[in-house]
């Protein structure tokens, strides 16, 4: 896709952070946008930014994991726009983190069901109607760098990022006859509010396994408050969508991170390898300052589990 003008866009999340910054960059380009978004001080929040500037931008309180409401918003913008979305920006998602050991079914139902659910829902809601319409159209979801690789501390993020990908892959070769493009956005670390996640946890999921404190989500804020501006990123994706490529990736040295990413998987393969990569995790919790200990986490606590999970030894951890 390459012209943006007149075109409906559906973001969610569009409320805040990377999804504000494509709310942005797309309505500055033509588009005429939808975020939808579960927190409504978020959409309000962007709602006034919009206000007065000739942007088209409309706000829909959604979900995402509720499909019922999904199909709803849908409804919604065919009403107001008269069309289904000729862009699809599946940008919403939460974080939250801790040993892999400690995570209980409710970490998994919360961040798969929003990251990968999510994304699903928004597939499966919007592709027909996309194909129905016949006016082509892009789909882009934001996945992770987090997704070309598992980590300790990262389990159901990971595994919830690595799926998107794969799930964006089967639908670009699947959609590419009918003139919609797929793409997948991979970022590293964002300037946004994810640090908050947990304020949009539902109540029945919130049986976590990992230590989540007001100090954490402190922790966490701090933490977010560096990385690229959602407006740059935003800028990035829409030259990627513009060059139809399936993967999006914003960082300078793309290729040598994939490179070395995937010599990460062959040395799996092999048990000299597994030795070289523990060695190297080993190597860059020493620069990171963590005495060499690749799994030991932050005074913050960000990263580990709750106190009562007896099973989860911090201290057998770092002698292994
Ligand atoms: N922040 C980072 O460093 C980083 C790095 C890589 C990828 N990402 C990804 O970027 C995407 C955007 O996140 P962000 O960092 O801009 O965070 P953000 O919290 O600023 O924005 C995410 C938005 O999604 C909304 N949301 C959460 N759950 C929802 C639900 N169930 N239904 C509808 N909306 C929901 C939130 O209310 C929020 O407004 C996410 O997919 C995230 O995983 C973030």
Excluded at 13 to 30: D, M, P, R, Y
Excluded at 147 to 168: D, E, Q, R
Excluded at 214 to 227: A, Q, V
Aim: proline share 4%; aromatic share 10%.
């Amino acid at each position: 896709m390459k012209d943006f003008a007149g075109k409906v866009a559906f973001i969610t999340g569009g409320g805040s952070g990377a999804g504000l910054g494509q709310a942005k960059v797309f309505s500055e380009a033509g588009c005429r946008v939808v975020i939808a978004d579960i927190r409504q001080d978020h959409l309000d929040e962007a709602m006034a930014y919009f206000r007065g500037k000739k942007a088209e931008v409309y706000a829909i309180k959604l979900d995402l994991t509720d499909r019922k409401a999904y199909a709803a918003a849908a409804d919604e913008v065919e009403k107001v726009f008269g069309s289904p979305p000729q862009l699809l920006l599946n940008t919403a998602g939460v974080n939250t983190f801790g040993p892999a050991e400690a995570s209980t079914f409710e970490d998994y139902d919360w961040v798969l069901g929003v990251c990968l659910g999510g994304v699903i829902n928004g597939m499966v809601t919007f592709v027909p109607r996309m194909i129905k319409a016949g006016k082509g159209g892009h789909i882009a979801t934001v996945s992770s760098w987090g997704g070309f690789m598992g980590g300790a501390t990262t389990a159901p993020y990971s595994a919830a990022k690595a799926a998107v990908n794969n799930l964006m892959e089967s639908y670009y070769l699947a959609l590419k006859p009918y003139g919609i493009g797929v793409s997948v956005l991979c970022p590293t670390g964002i300037k946004s509010n994810i640090g908050e996640s947990t304020y949009t946890r539902p109540r029945h999921l919130d049986n976590t396994g990992y230590n989540v404190t007001d100090k954490t989500i402190e922790f966490m804020r701090k933490h977010y408050s560096y990385g690229v501006d959602p407006v740059d990123l935003a800028g990035i994706l829409k030259r990627g969508i513009e060059n139809e490529q399936l993967y999006v990736l914003p960082f300078t040295n793309a290729e040598q991170m994939l490179r070395d990413n995937f010599q990460r998987v062959l040395d799996f393969s092999t048990p000299e390898g597994c030795r070289r990569q523990d060695d190297l995790a080993r190597q860059r919790a020493e620069q990171r300052g963590r005495g060499g200990d690749p799994y030991s986490t932050t005074d913050s606590g960000w990263g580990k589990a709750r106190a009562d999970l007896t099973w989860v030894n911090e201290s057998a951890r770092a002698k292994k």
